[in-house]
T-cell receptor, first 112, second 115 residues
C-alpha cells in the first residue's frame, strides 16, 4: 500500500520562510514531486527529487531522504501569491505502470 | 506547445445522460492520466494509459469508461453517473523516457456536475 502524510494547514507572513514536510511509505519508489495548486486551478509542477539531497529552484527548494521516507518543500521570501495548496506526490512504478499518487495537500495561508 | 487541453471546461448532466470528456496534448508524451478531484481534496488517480494501452485502473466504477484513440488524445466516457461523481476531472500527460523527470503536465480540468 501507499501512504503519504503532510500537514493539513500552515500559516506564515510575507517575507518569511516556511517548510512543508512530507513523509511517505510506498513500494516501487521512483521519485517525489511537489505541486502547487491555487483554488479552482490545475496543479502546477514545482520540483522533483529522485536522489537524496536538496534541489534548489529560485525561492523554492525541495529535499529528499529516501532512507527516512521524508521530503520537505522550503519556500523563501514568501509572497501573498504563494497562498495555495502544496501537494506532495510520489511516483511509484511496478509492472502495471507508473503513476503519481498525491498526498492530501497542505493549505498555506500567507498574510501581510 | 506545452499544453494539455481539456474540453468541455464545464459540464452539467443528468443521471441518465451519456457524455464524454476530451483531452489532447501535442508534447509527444506517451503516458496519459485521468484524475478526479473533489473540493479541498487532492487529485485521485483513476486511469493511466502507457503507449495508448490501459496500464492502471484504480478500481473505477464501469460508469466511467476511458479511451485512448491515439497518442495525443484521451477520452473519458460517462454514463449513468451519480450526483457524488460531481468533481473536477483532470487530465495529465508525461514523458515515459527515464531520462526525463517524468513530471505530469495537467490540463485545467473539466468541472462536472451531475444532477
Amino acid at each position: 500500500g501507499q501512504n503519504i502524510d503532510q500537514p493539513t494547514e500552515m500559516t506564515a507572513t510575507e517575507g518569511a520562510i516556511v517548510q512543508i514536510n512530507c513523509t511517505y511509505q510506498t513500494s516501487g519508489f521512483n521519485g517525489l514531486f511537489w505541486y502547487q495548486q491555487h483554488a479552482g486551478e490545475a496543479p502546477t509542477f514545482l520540483s522533483y527529487n529522485v536522489l537524496d539531497g536538496l534541489e534548489e529552484k529560485g525561492r523554492f527548494s525541495s529535499f529528499l531522504s529516501r532512507s527516512k521516507g521524508y521530503s520537505y518543500l522550503l519556500l523563501k521570501e514568501l509572497q501573498m501569491k504563494d497562498s495555495a495548496s502544496y501537494l506532495c506526490a510520489v511516483r511509484s512504478s511496478n509492472q502495471a505502470g507508473t503513476a503519481l499518487i498525491f498526498g492530501k495537500g497542505t493549505t498555506l495561508s500567507v498574510s501581510s | 506547445d506545452t499544453e494539455v487541453t481539456q474540453t468541455p471546461k464545464h459540464l452539467v448532466m443528468g443521471m441518465t445522460n451519456k457524455k464524454s470528456l476530451k483531452c489532447e496534448q501535442h508534447m509527444g508524451h506517451r503516458a496519459m492520466y485521468w484524475y478526479k478531484q473533489k473540493a479541498k481534496k487532492p487529485p485521485e488517480l483513476m486511469f493511466v494509459y502507457s503507449y495508448e494501452k490501459l496500464s492502471i485502473n484504480e478500481s473505477v466504477p464501469s460508469r466511467f469508461s476511458p479511451e485512448c484513440p491515439n497518442s495525443s488524445l484521451l477520452n473519458l466516457h460517462l454514463h449513468a453517473l451519480q450526483p457524488e461523481d460531481s468533481a473536477l476531472y483532470l487530465c495529465a500527460s508525461s514523458p515515459i523516457d527515464r531520462g526525463l523527470s517524468g513530471e505530469l503536465f495537467f490540463g485545467e480540468g473539466s468541472r462536472l456536475t451531475v444532477l
